[in-house]
């Protein structure tokens, strides 16, 4: 086949020689593509390569050329056989050709070639003829100019091309060529092509002056495809900040104006990526580009400022903000316009996105001009007797201060003896808390104040802080929260309480603490914990001290308060040994009260910690106090049995703390833990915990790893598993065979559930870490265990499926292999179900194994994979299974649609709906309320798929409005009924009247928030078809 297309082309190419050229041409271009010149016979590096001496009709090397890709013209050239200028030369009597067609194919060829060289090949001599001609070509047919307009880009990339030859270009595009008559592809490459321009080779754009400006405004006029006018706007931007517009600036702005304000909304797929913010980011940077543009931009902003376009409004004054700094004394013209739109947005907001639109431009007006623009009569509206425009005025008064210093300073001055004197002197509470309020978000201005000596506040503050703390014991809790926040934003400026005021304030707040109502004490707390880290630890001490006094008598508020005000290592120093003695006396303890409070205390501990991990020292701290403590308290409680350390959740809770620690304590400390805690579980040796244990401690009888033990010593399993699961990967853990064998029996033999789950988790978190390949028992043993032990299947099921979620995350070989023992259990009739539920287990986050701060193995996309291992056996099973052995398939699906992300699963969606429906009609809430979930995502992303569904979907949905069980079945299903209202009119409405009157029993039921769904699903199924609504 090959020889017979070459011999063709070879006898088309002799008639063209022959005289025949024009048609040749054109049957040639029928017949070459890239791969039958590949395979010509003739074709070889040397015969294909172009030597112009070597053509075999050297007085028609242009048709000859036509034949080659461009890319073997392009090596050609870069192996130096011969120059580009050799190419047009032997492109000649295509590009001056009279035809139209051949200097199409031949200005087309020569494009291609000059766009696959490097940009620094070309030398100054072929630049030089090369733009020349390419100039010239721009006065050819318009077909010919997309060729020439790529080519110039590129050749304008080039870092030898001189100044002229870039005015050269630039001048002949300009005057020759209309450029919006260009497609938008061609366009952006001009515009791509100027924007490297200014970004590369300013200075010789600069040097055009006034020229190059108006000819861009030229090519840019009337440009509206949004790609482009990214690119676009950019462009002006550089323009106008770096080239002297001359005569031209309202030209240039004209050109841009058009755009304001956008009004895009991109399809909903967005094919391009291009958004509004995007465009709206571009046009205000042009806008405020520079100042030359006030004259002509703030008379528009104020046309759009005075519209009743919410969206112009708002645009408007966030362009008002960012052209104000460029603009600066030019505002000034039109600061009374200005300020009189700022004022109504303020005064009487639409919207507080408005209002803040309009609050920003003020500050940034302000802070743009030499003197204030905000007349003088708005601090008078703050001894307002009716209180309407006091909450406005401040905030107006608050922008102008938020913009200089020297604003902040005259606004303060002004302003904060008035509301002192206002708040001093008014009797009603509700009126002293609107002042009080405004002079604490005055402070907040300051925060960020570093100069003590200029403070604003500095003449202020012996009134400010005596008001604060005399209002501080206000039998008002309204005002005594306000005080409290008084000090706190006091406290925030930099340097403006000394430590003694300090530590008086937080006496005062802790006296708010210990007060009954329960808002002021909220806001105490919060108040003593931003202070306390800043406190001498004397004052932290006597603190702790008050409230474990206090603690006697309300032992709950003392123990929350300590929890909150732990952020620091000094507050940490003082509660957690606390929190500690009181577990070790509550171990000597019996009955209920002892072990809710030795729960309540297990979770403050915890929460502390947590809340301080990131904290070196804290971390530190807890590793030398906590971690010896609790392994003695646990470990006498355990062995002692006492009452609260039969409770899991306690040691469980405890387990949790030693775990934050380890994991995030540095790598040498919790690596001489993991061998002192072996050692401990395995021989019984504390001779590696030093001091850590008494030397007293029994533990003759501690056989936490036993099968006969108590579940009081089993329940230890947690601590063990806190320690060894969160060592860094590259931690090699000792005698890990031995202990994954004990990790496997006690998982499947222990009789207390907890422990035993605890086993199989440990068991997988250690599998997940392992280097090597799995230990112990293989996955065949594992599943001949399932069927030949009744006693221990239940057991093994959840050691499988947390070994399987073990080698998912990691993303092992053998993980398809568990995968599909699970996936075969799902027929059995007695483990079928508790498989199909332990797919939970595979598939949700789990917060005390196999998770990121564990340092364990999770590899990107785990549930996306084990979606795509079981969909379709899944599927199959369903179809396959008898139908009383059909549950688990829909259970396990279930699960899939919960946990595995929406991406993953759309493309499967039309295969699993006959199985989402079979879900509805199953018993099950759990079941119900997944499946309901998923439901809601896919009327939102594939309405279409649904919409053949629509008359089960409806009976099924119904059906579950009635279920008087569980409020959420109820209104997951009242939400998906309402969302199906979004479906085509001519689908809906055979079911508008049923679905209305079913619902009616529903605007009565028992519970609220199931009657407003109710009304606002039956609201949208009565409106269906109205006019006005879509």
Request: net charge negative.
């Amino acid at each position: 086949m090959a020889a017979s297309v070459s011999d063709g082309l070879m006898v088309l190419i002799e008639n063209a020689v022959n005289g025949g050229q024009n048609n040749a041409v054109s049957e040639i271009s029928k017949v070459i593509t890239p791969n039958t010149v590949m395979s010509f016979p003739w074709f070889s590096n040397e015969t294909m390569d172009i030597s112009l001496s070597g053509f075999p009709y050297p007085h028609h090397d242009g048709l000859k050329l036509l034949i080659h890709p461009p890319s073997i013209i392009r090596s050609g050239i870069q192996e130096k056989r011969y120059k580009l200028l050799d190419v047009v030369e032997a492109l000649g009597p295509y590009l001056t050709s009279a035809e139209l067609q051949r200097r199409v194919e031949g200005i087309k060829l020569l494009t291609d070639v000059i766009q696959l060289l490097p940009t620094e090949w070309l030398n100054i001599k072929e630049l030089g003829v090369l733009v020349s001609f390419m100039c010239d070509r721009l006065k050819d047919h318009h077909s010919i100019i997309p060729y020439v307009i790529k080519a110039a880009s590129s050749l304008l990339r080039s870092d030898d091309i001189s100044a002229t030859e870039i005015h050269q270009m630039l001048s002949a595009i300009s005057n020759e060529i209309h450029i919006q008559s260009l497609t938008q592809s061609e366009r952006r490459c001009f515009y791509q092509m100027i924007e490297y321009l200014l970004t590369n080779r300013l200075a010789d754009l600069q040097a055009m002056s006034g020229d190059f400006v108006f000819g861009y405004i030229q090519c840019m006029d009337g440009e509206k495809d949004p790609r482009n006018l990214v690119i676009a706007f950019n462009c002006v931007t550089i323009i106008a900040t770096n080239l002297s517009l001359g005569p031209f600036v309202e030209d240039l702005f004209d050109v841009i104006a058009c755009y304001f304000p956008v009004d895009f909304t991109p399809p909903s797929d967005n094919p391009h990526g291009i958004t509004k913010a995007q465009l709206v980011g571009g046009l205000r940077r042009c806008l405020s580009s520079t100042s030359q543009f006030a004259e002509f931009c703030l008379p528009l902003l104020l046309e759009k400022l005075t519209s009743m376009i919410q969206s112009a409004k708002i645009d408007a004054f966030l362009t008002l903000a960012a052209c104000s700094p460029v603009y600066g004394e030019k505002l000034l013209e039109f600061s009374g316009s200005l300020w009189s739109c700022i004022r109504k947005e303020v005064y009487a907001p639409m919207t507080e996105a408005l209002e803040e639109a309009a609050l920003t431009a003020l500050s940034a007006m302000t802070s743009a001009v030499s003197k204030l623009i905000i007349p003088p009569d708005v601090s008078r509206h703050l001894c307002d007797p009716e209180e309407k425009l006091i909450v406005p005025s401040s905030k107006l008064l608050r922008a102008v201060g938020s913009a200089s210093n020297p604003a902040c300073w005259i606004v303060f001055q002004e302003v904060l003896p008035l509301l002192l004197d206002q708040s001093e002197q008014l009797k009603q509470i509700s009126d002293r808390k609107l002042l009080i309020q405004q002079i604490i978000d005055f402070l907040q201005l300051l925060s960020d104040w570093q100069d003590f000596g200029s403070n604003p506040a500095l003449p202020f503050k012996e009134r400010l802080y005596t008001s604060f703390i005399l209002l501080m014991s206000h039998n008002s809790p309204t005002l005594c929260q306000l005080a409290v926040q008084g000090v706190v934003a006091l406290y925030a400026v930099p340097g403006l309480l000394s430590q003694e005021e300090l530590q008086t304030c937080s006496q005062h707040i802790l006296l708010a603490v210990l007060r009954n109502d329960r808002d002021t004490r909220k806001t105490a707390v919060s108040a003593l914990s931003v202070v306390c880290p800043h406190l001498m630890s004397d004052c932290i001490e006597n603190i702790c001290t008050q409230l474990q006094k206090h603690g006697e008598t309300d032992n709950e508020l003392c123990l929350e308060v300590m929890s909150k005000i732990s952020s620091c290592l000094n507050v940490v120093k003082e509660v957690v040994p606390y929190y500690l003695s009181c577990l070790e006396q509550l171990s000597k303890e019996s009955g209920d009260k002892a072990l809710t409070k030795a729960v309540t205390i297990s979770d403050h501990l915890y929460s502390v910690i947590q809340n301080t991990r990131h904290s070196e020292d804290c971390v530190n701290f807890c590793y030398d106090v906590v971690i010896p403590r609790v392994f003695n308290t646990c470990l006498s409680g355990a062995l002692n049995c006492c009452y609260v350390f039969k409770e899991w959740t306690v040691v469980e809770k405890l387990a949790a703390c030693v775990r934050v620690i380890v994991c995030h304590t540095e790598e040498r400390r919790a690596q001489r833990l993991l061998l002192a805690t072996i050692s401990l579980f395995l021989d019984h040796d504390t001779s590696q915990f030093n001091d850590i244990l008494p030397q007293d401690l029994d533990l003759s009888e501690f056989c936490t790893f036993s099968v006969e033990g108590t579940s009081c010593q089993t329940q230890l399993i947690c601590l063990f598993t806190a320690v060894v699961c969160s060592q860094p990967v590259t931690v090699e853990i000792p005698r890990h065979t031995e202990i994954l064998t004990n990790l496997l029996n006690l998982a499947t033999r222990w009789q207390h559930l907890p422990s035993a789950t605890t086993a199989a988790k440990c068991f997988a978190g250690l599998v997940n870490k392992l280097s090597d390949d799995i230990p112990g028992p293989s996955v065949t043993k594992l599943a001949g265990e399932l069927i030949s032990s009744p006693e221990f299947q239940q057991r093994a099921v959840l050691v499988l499926l947390w070994l399987t979620k073990a080698l998912l995350m990691r993303n092992h070989p053998d993980q398809r292999q568990l995968v599909n023992a699970l996936l075969g259990l799902l027929a059995d009739a007695k483990l079928g179900v508790r498989i199909a539920e332990g797919f939970r287990i595979l598939l949700e986050d789990s917060q005390d194994i196999l998770t990121t701060e564990m340092h364990s193995q999770i590899q990107f996309m785990y549930k996306q994979r084990l979606f795509v291992f079981t969909v379709d056996d899944l599927t199959d099973g369903f179809r396959n299974a008898k139908q009383d052995l059909r549950l688990p398939y829909l259970v396990a699906v279930s699960y899939l649609l919960q946990y595995v992300p929406r991406e993953a699963v759309m493309p499967y969606l039309p295969m699993l709906m006959p199985l989402m429906i079979q879900c509805l009609q199953q018993d099950g809430e759990d079941l119900w309320l997944s499946t309901l979930s998923t439901l809601e995502h896919m009327i939102h992303e594939s309405p279409e798929l649904l919409t053949t569904y629509l008359d089960d979907l409806l009976t099924h949905l119904l059906e579950l409005t009635r279920y008087k069980s569980n409020m959420k079945v109820r209104i997951a299903s009242l939400r998906c009924l309402c969302l199906l209202t979004s479906f085509p009119l001519h689908v809906l409405v055979p079911h508008q009247r049923h679905v209305t009157k079913k619902l009616i029993p529903l605007l009565d039921d028992h519970k609220r928030l199931v009657r407003r769904q109710a009304v606002l699903t039956r609201e949208k199924w009565i409106l269906i078809g109205a006019p006005g609504t879509d």
